[in-house]
């Protein structure tokens, strides 16, 4: 095994040393970032669990589940920002703000309130009642859905991703936090968001047992060649 393991890091001596420790990083990100996080949460429980908006938002973020769906999540049409990039400006990924059916809706039967129209966007569909919108703007939202898996054709008009504004979102938490350009985004847009907004990365689910198992096995592997492609060549050789 020794000496197997000299070839092979003498191998990889041949790569730069940046290379060679962004390999182990990659590796390391791999294993405890993924592998071990959804192998640990396939023993717990192995489905997503179902929880409101108000229960996500008063749960500690230790005891967040990796997966978790969100079945009451209010989101107004098109109140989302996007990154783009290359040449072809192809749509990357969305970022959009989540809130609470009780902050931005109004039932029908309120609008005897002296409400100004001002307070008010559009009319909404639901499966029961019709409904009303109240301007988001005005909402601090403290949940925001990443999702890199949508298409342009989603969004444009013959598009279906916002055409129900009730709908379960299903995705991960792994603990990311919106960074300074995708709070700009919001802020351009008019869309108030906590920059301690909780980020769910909506479609994203859990890799099987075994194959999780398979990427630890290999992660450390690699970091340990990485590693090792570290030790002086005159003592690799030796161990040959």
């Given amino acids: 095994m020794k000496k197997i393991l000299a070839k092979i890091a003498l191998l990889f001596k041949n790569l730069s040393f940046l290379y060679r420790l962004i390999g182990i990083f990659v590796a390391g990100y791999l294993v405890f970032g993924m592998a071990i996080p959804d192998i640990r949460f396939n023993i717990s429980t192995g489905k997503a669990i179902e929880m409101t908006l108000d229960q996500l938002l008063t749960t500690p973020a230790d005891d967040i589940p990796r997966y978790l769906k969100i079945k009451d999540a209010v989101v107004p049409s098109s109140s989302y920002v996007e990154i783009r990039s290359g040449k ?43 409904a009303l919108m109240k301007k988001s703007y005005s909402v601090n939202s403290k949940l925001v859905i990443h999702d890199s898996n949508v298409k342009d054709a989603d969004l444009g008009s013959t598009g279906t991703y916002f055409s129900n504004p009730k709908f379960t979102i299903e995705g991960k938490y792994d603990g990311e936090k919106l960074n300074g350009i995708i709070l700009n985004l919001f802020k351009e847009s008019g869309l108030n968001v906590s920059p301690e907004a909780i980020v769910l990365s909506r479609g994203d689910t859990g890799m099987s047992t075994n194959g999780a198992v ?25 161990w040959l």
Wanted: hydrophobic content about 45%.
């Fill in 214 to 238: 398979m990427l630890v096995i290999f992660g450390l592997l690699t970091m340990l060649i990485g590693v090792s492609s570290f030790i002086p060549e005159a003592t690799l050789r030796t």
């Fill in 88 to 130: 072809s400006n192809a749509l990357t990924t969305i970022y959009y703000p989540v809130y609470s059916s009780d902050d931005v809706t109004i039932d029908i039967e309120d609008l005897n309130n002296g409400l100004s129209n001002d307070t008010l966007k559009g009319v909404v569909d639901s499966t029961e009642l019709i």
